[in-house]
């Protein structure tokens, strides 16, 4: 015991529980803000309506695949729901095996947490192209490991190792690992940030 009453292990718990985000409540706040039922959000999401019951009182942790499912059933993103999901902090370090909220399989973890100007997300192993991209704003992609295929305004751009990728606001795009153990960390200005033109 330490003389604050509490072990070293039960202040690491506490400040862990602390850091950890809050996806379901995330998605219970859109859900009501939009006065949709769990039926509603089922119906366009194509998950049952137990799971989302799971995942907004967080007993369940979805996958990347999931949240994105809810996140179009919502009218928002992902990457929204995972920064409404945690506070907003003035200086925060994210270490590497802080929890992300998602399911462990997910293989994706945000590195910025709350909602900011600014969002970044780490991606892991292997990710398919099995979903388009249109962001508001312009985003950055720097492949950390391995290489990675983009396909951009029609075009196919081939990222290796410590290559970076930008794409203006617009720009519908999809991209997926072509290599296993590949690392990539997207970097985007908010949705919700208004971009003005000088």
Known sequence: M????????TREFLTHARHTPRVGAAVRRRRRALDLTLADMAQRSGLS???LSQIENDRARPSMRSLQRIA???GTTAVQLLAASDETRTVDV???GDDSGLDREARVRPVVRGRHQL???EFTGEHEAD???RHRNDELMYVADGSVEVEADGRIHHLG???TLLLSGGVRHRWHTTEPGSRVLVVAIGDHVEVLES
């Open 119 to 121: 969002h970044a997300l």
């Open 131 to 133: 979903r388009e991209f």
């Open 49 to 51: 309506s137990p799971f």
């Open 72 to 74: 179009d059933a919502l």
């Open 161 to 163: 190792r410590g290559d």
């Open 94 to 96: 994210v270490r590497a």
């Open 2 to 9: 330490t003389r604050g009453g509490k072990s070293r292990t």
